[in-house]
């Protein structure tokens, strides 16, 4: 009975790891829409890993166009602040928020920097939050 409680743990083992994949390739002349719809139909599926690799590329891509940077920024933070990455959440949107103290702010959209604004609020309550948690079960 051991050697198939153990074949059957190796199977669930192998079966786990080989549906880890890569991520999809994506095409060089791709779009930021293009981009920006694929990162977003990720997070909508949950697959928030997904989702940060196409802002990162969008990132890469098309990182010199502010608007296309504060976007993926915005919301790589946001999806930080989901999954409880408050302190890298926070870093974000500072940078993000920093952006409209420079000339480029004319240019950027408003809506990005009010979230970013209200987000890191949150994230920073929540960090003291489990923070005071932290120091109180010691």
Known sequence: MRVSRAFLLLLLVFSVFACKSEPPK???NISQAE???RAQEAFDN?????AIYYYQTLLDRYGNDMEARA????EIAHIYFLQGNYKKAEEL???IISYYDGEQAASL???IKVLSVRQLKESIEKQAQ???EQ???Q
Do not use: G, H, R
């Not at 976007?71 to 915005?74: A, G, L, N, V």
């Open 135 to 137: 120091t109180n079960k």
């Open 71 to 74: 976007t993926s920024e915005y």
């Open 46 to 50: 949950s697959d928030y890993e997904l």
């Open 26 to 28: 994506v095409p060089e």
């Open 35 to 37: 981009l920006i719809q």
């Open 93 to 95: 949107f500072n940078k």
């Open 130 to 132: 489990l923070e005071k």
């Open 109 to 111: 959209p408003a809506w």
